[in-house]
């Protein structure tokens, strides 16, 4: 068990210009005190705890005002992390425009099966998780290169907004095309 020995110091603060003590106890361990008690005429032991209780005292300020800066800075980061994926979903839609103009109608016909599928799954249920979806079927009909590309790049986000974006390119081709697709499918019959 830890034996403790009171001590009293003063401690200095100012009022009114005036520099003033108030006599606060502090408690030490035993064997602190033995060996305080040695070196105790070489120390100030009341401006040695004035210090310290000032620089604790200083640094919880700085903490309590701090706080709402961070508060700002979430706010910021939060703001930023939303930039990021909207510039990655418009990376990703761009990309799908351009990598759309190489898809098979037979391949067009299986993506917008199941693209029209997922939307219409994420739209009845927006926390199912489908961003594995997008990743699968980019990695399916995107080009191997550009599979490869994302697959060695550091993502900022796991919901995979490139992913998505460049799905919603490629449905917003086949949505331009599919009229005359169609009118080309009536012409036949």
Request: charged share 35%; net charge neutral.
């Amino acid at each position: 068990m830890l034996d403790i020995v009171y001590i009293s110091i003063y401690i200095m603060y100012k009022r009114k210009g005036f520099d003033l003590s108030k006599r606060i106890n502090i408690a030490i361990p035993d064997k602190l005190f033995d060996r305080l008690q040695n070196v105790k005429k070489n120390i100030n032991v009341s401006k040695v705890c004035t210090e310290a209780i000032g620089q604790s005292v200083k640094i919880e300020e700085l903490k309590k005002k701090e706080n709402a800066n961070l508060d700002d800075l979430a706010k910021r980061i939060i703001e930023e992390m939303k930039l990021e994926k909207k510039k990655e979903r418009e990376s990703g839609f761009e990309a799908g425009i351009a990598d759309a103009k190489h898809l098979s109608y037979k391949q067009f016909l299986q993506f917008s099966k199941w693209f029209h599928e997922t939307k219409r799954e994420e739209a009845q249920n927006p926390s199912c998780g489908v961003g594995e979806e997008y990743w699968y079927m980019f990695e399916q009909y995107a080009p191997s290169e550009n599979v490869q590309k994302r697959e060695n790049e550091t993502r900022l986000f796991s919901d995979v907004e490139y992913e998505r974006g460049w799905c919603e390119g490629v449905n917003f081709v086949w949505e331009k095309i599919l009229d005359k697709v169609r009118d080309y499918e009536n012409e036949k019959r």
